[in-house]
């Protein structure tokens, strides 16, 4: 790669709510990332350090397509706040307020609200067994696990806990357990959700293919979701998330997830670095 990238490759940093994430444009050219160098680029010691990787690609019926990588170097089907994120880059970029994409789950839309927050219709939730997806037939509601969690897919798997304080507890015990829990066969996110007001949740997460987050738009989406759907709350929640507030509302079109974005600084992978990777 690193012959093709003789000036080195440009990449931007952006975070949403604290979620961090590298973001690779690669419109008019193909795509460049590979395991090797999501995983090597993911090192925060020898690489930059990231929760996940974002790169935008060109799309035919739609304003672009994104593909999403974990900083372990895996794949992952959805991320909602590099959608945020990548999002706002694209609108400033064409001048609008709203935009269409494509990921993996399919053709989504966000939007620029009037308060500046950033939201996206993260489409609707998967509450089949198969959809999330799970080894065998159980309830998604009530997971056979100590707990009872409640599963949901969004594009990704989500391991929803209910909890009495989420800040209680050891989450990286917890989160790694059932991160490879067999009943998830692509292994899952967990999180860790306490009812902290009418319609508000404390939430903390345990991200798959990269640990503890400070925030995840998906899984904030799933536990939404599971609070309504175990009726803690109503469609529309607010989530305090260690590194901000995520606003959603889960309606007839879709789960909507608002929330704040940064573009951090601009910078180039060093040739040094690319041929590192090869
Ligand atoms: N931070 C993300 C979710 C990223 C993907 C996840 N770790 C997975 O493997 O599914 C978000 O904001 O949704």
Known sequence: MAEHFSQGLPFMKMHGAGNDFVILDSRGRGAVTT???A???GDRNRGVGYDQLAEI????DADFALDFWNSDGSRAGACGNATRCVSHYMMQQLGRDQVTLLTQRGRLSAQRRADGLVCV???HPQRAWQ????SHAVDTDHLPLPGDPVAVGMGNPHCVFFVADADALDITAEGRRYETDPLF???TNVEFASLIGPDRLRMRVWERGAGITLACGSGACATAVAAATR????RNVTLDLDGGVLEIDWRDDGVWMAGPVAHVFDAVLSPEFLRSVA
């Open 185 to 187: 066969p692509q292994k």
């Open 131 to 134: 959809e999330v997806p799970l």
């Open 231 to 234: 009726g803690l709350t109503g």
């Open 35 to 37: 395991s090797a160098l």
């Open 57 to 60: 690609r060109d799309a035919e």
């Open 121 to 123: 219709n993260m489409g």
């Open 39 to 41: 995983r090597a680029l």
